[in-house]
């Protein structure tokens, strides 16, 4: 049982940090790509993504955070 269990929550484990990285990958792609000089200046929009990332990213993360907060508070209230 106790080795069943150990599988079970390493295997989840990798689960969830694979699919972190799936998500930030891209994100870090967009990032990379507006500094590089000779991308940046043949897409010029490119370039002011690089200030708004770090807004982007944490309505992304906190958006879908909040709704699940407030799912779960009111599944804890109801």
């Given at each position: 049982?106790?080795g069943?269990l150990?599988t079970?929550?390493?295997s989840?484990n990798?689960?969830?940090?694979?699919?972190?990285?799936?998500v930030i990958?891209?994100?870090?792609?967009?990032?990379w790509?507006?500094?590089r000089?000779r991308v940046a200046?043949?897409?010029p929009?490119?370039?002011?993504?690089?200030?708004?990332l770090?807004?982007?990213?944490s309505?992304?993360?906190g958006?879908?955070a909040?709704?699940?907060f407030l799912?779960?508070?009111?599944?804890l209230?109801?």
């Amino acid at each position: 049982m106790s080795g069943e269990l150990l599988t079970s929550l390493f295997s989840f484990n990798v689960g969830v940090e694979v699919g972190q990285i799936l998500v930030i990958l891209p994100i870090l792609s967009v990032a990379w790509l507006a500094g590089r000089g000779r991308v940046a200046h043949r897409f010029p929009g490119l370039g002011r993504l690089r200030p708004a990332l770090p807004t982007v990213c944490s309505y992304a993360i906190g958006v879908p955070a909040a709704f699940w907060f407030l799912e779960r508070v009111t599944a804890l209230i109801l």
